[in-house]
């Protein structure tokens, strides 16, 4: 498992598991659940959650794919 960051002032975002889900968690609750817990499958869109920042970052499911490079 690796964390995405944001790419202006790296917050950490977004958890990546191998199989390529993304995971969001966010707030918590008096019994230390998350009050938000989502699984994402697919490429994502989504705003820094820092107050101060809100850059939108650009979370592809794919790796960006350059023929050149082969």
């Known amino acids: 498992m690796s964390f995405v960051t944001c790419e202006k002032c790296g917050k950490k ?3 990546r598991l191998p199989n390529g889900l993304w995971i ?3 707030g918590k609750r008096n019994g230390g659940q998350p009050v938000v817990d ?15 920042c809100g850059h ?3 979370l592809d499911y794919f790796p960006k ?3 050149e490079k082969e």
């Open 13 to 15: 975002l977004l958890e």
């Open 24 to 26: 969001f968690k966010f």
């Open 38 to 52: 989502m699984q994402i499958h697919g490429s994502v869109r989504m705003k820094c959650i820092r107050r101060s």
């Open 56 to 58: 939108v970052n650009q």
């Open 65 to 67: 794919y350059n023929p």
